[in-house]
């Protein structure tokens, strides 16, 4: 329980690892203050060995990772989590079970992020995600709520894709960027407005190779929000508000 009557941000991490820490560094990056005691106040759970969410919702693997993600969940609000927050697209497929488990208010990054496109008038956009959050629809389902048409790769696409975020990324190699290339030009092809990288992991190849605008981070989005909602003032988010996110 919160004792000293401070707002704490509660991060639900470890979904994987680097994207909680690349999320972690965002918001301390981003947060407008004078000193340290300026900062958000945050508690991170970085719980590794949760299942993987994208091959529990293939069906590959019996362990439901939402068990652990209550479990956390339940352990942050307890230490005194006001807010929280999953830096992980994927894991937002039980998203609705850990909110209704728990009695604590929690952002949602997939609506976050195709509210964004909305507001900024994108008419159709590409989805670069797992093959868990693909095959869950969430974000084709958030587009076809707010009207937004668009497109995921191709099967061929997407098994590089994949291999990209768990061979490459997750593993804490080089990332192919001609094969993540490939993957771009076909969306491309297919009129997208903007993709969306709808996995945090991919977040860290904008980072590195400071992709441009056309990439609307999903990651970015989650800490542009999570810092208004904590009661600071965001900065350094270079384009955001283009993509209709108020200052």
């Known amino acids: 329980m919160n004792k000293r009557n401070e707002f704490i941000l509660g991060i639900l991490g470890g979904l994987g690892p680097m994207s909680s820490v690349y999320f972690y560094e965002m918001l301390t990056s981003h947060t407008k203050v004078s000193c340290d005691q300026e900062h958000i106040n ?9 299942p993987d ?5 293939m069906g590959e693997i019996a362990d439901d990772p939402a068990v652990c993600m209550i479990e956390d969940a339940e352990t942050l609000i307890a230490a005194g989590a006001d807010l929280l927050v999953i830096p992980c697209n994927t894991a937002h497929y039980f998203y609705d079970r850990v909110r209704n488990a728990v009695d604590c208010p929690m952002i949602n990054i997939i609506y976050e992020t195709v509210a964004a496109l909305h507001r900024a008038g994108t008419k159709k956009a590409g989805i670069l995600a797992t093959d ?7 974000y084709q389902n958030m587009c076809e ?8 790769p191709s099967p061929a696409m997407q098994k590089k894709l ?6 490459d990324i997750k593993t804490g190699a080089s990332v192919d960027l001609m094969t993540f290339g490939e993957i ?6 297919k009129d997208c407005e903007h993709i969306i990288l709808g996995c945090t992991e991919l977040s860290l190849i904008k980072r590195s190779e400071r992709l441009g605008s056309y990439f609307v981070d999903s990651t970015e989005i989650l800490a542009w929000r999570t810092i208004l909602a904590c009661g600071k003032e965001p900065i350094g ?9 108020p200052e």
């Open 162 to 167: 994949m291999n990209l975020i768990y061979g």
């Open 53 to 57: 969410r994208t091959a529990y919702i």
């Open 237 to 245: 988010f270079e384009g955001l508000p283009s993509y209709g996110i």
């Open 184 to 189: 771009v030009s076909e969306l491309r092809g």
């Open 132 to 138: 868990g959050t693909i095959y869950s629809g969430a």
């Open 145 to 152: 709520r707010f009207g937004i048409a668009c497109e995921v």
């Open 42 to 50: 945050i508690l991170l759970s970085s719980h590794a060995q949760t």
